[in-house]
């Protein structure tokens, strides 16, 4: 079975511009999470969607945003990207929201800003 | 507010001996869970183990084992019998409280680095 699968891997973009990443679940795993890592940093919280609906946010700017579609496949949006944005986006799937620990991780998307 | 402190930013050890690793947390849940991740070089976070707040057995998963002291806030990595390959950063996490609603995202430290020595 396939893991959770992030796209792109790599992404540079210029100041100023718009980012969509994208993230696929586990098979069967309903919630999907995003997670912002900066350099030297551990994993911060932005969005959780559970069934299609936002279950949870992060202290982001309204610049972030995102959804989950009906096969649970999620989108992360970046607006107005700032340098500060550079970081490790990282996808995580689960069965369930809330109640289950089993969290899965993709191998993220490597945004950078110039 | 809840948080996770890892205050080791970076440790060695001598393959084939064990490891600790610190990690303490604050919350005032009294549910939560407790987890390790490992993050190579290539990204991903790799889960290790997890020990629920009600747990009463410390949690062991191969060569990791978690030495959860509830009353100091504690909730140390063990790595036994150190390997190359376990040479990484290594993530302690809490998930929030699963009462009131709460959407149980994971709140991580900063991390430790582990450099095993051949």
């Known amino acids: 079975d396939a893991g959770v699968t992030q796209s792109p891997t790599h992404l540079i973009k210029t100041r100023g511009q718009h980012v969509t990443l994208r993230c696929s679940p586990i098979?069967?795993?309903?919630?999907v999470s995003w997670y912002q890592q900066v350099l030297g940093q551990g994993p911060q919280f932005i969005f959780q969607y559970y069934e299609k609906e936002e279950r949870g946010r992060g202290n982001f700017p309204d610049r972030f945003s995102a959804r989950q579609f009906p096969n649970y496949s999620s989108e992360l949006n970046v607006n107005a990207l700032l340098l500060g944005d550079s970081a490790l986006y990282l996808c995580?799937?689960?069965?369930?929201?809330?109640?289950?620990?089993?969290?899965?991780f993709g191998s993220g998307t490597r945004l950078t800003v110039v | 507010a809840q948080k996770i402190t890892q205050t080791q930013p970076g440790m060695f050890v001598q393959e084939k001996e064990a490891v600790t690793l610190d990690c303490t947390y604050d919350?005032?849940?009294?549910?939560?869970?407790l987890f390790w991740y490992k993050q190579p070089s290539s990204g991903e976070m790799i889960f290790l183990i997890y020990q629920g707040s009600y747990d009463e057995q410390n949690a062991t998963e191969g060569r990791y084992s978690l030495n959860f002291q509830k009353a100091r806030k504690s909730a140390n990595l063990v790595i036994s019998a150190s390997q190359l390959g376990d040479s990484a950063m290594y993530f302690c996490?809490?998930?929030?409280?699963?009462?009131?609603?709460?959407?149980?995202?994971?709140?991580f430290g900063k991390g430790t680095k582990l450099s095993v020595k051949p």
């Open positions: 996490a809490m998930r929030e409280g699963l009462s009131g609603g709460s959407q149980g995202n994971l709140i």
């Open positions: 995580a799937s689960s069965p369930r929201g809330g109640a289950d620990y089993g969290y899965t």
């Open positions: 919350t005032s849940d009294q549910s939560y869970g």
């Open positions: 098979s069967g795993h309903k919630s």
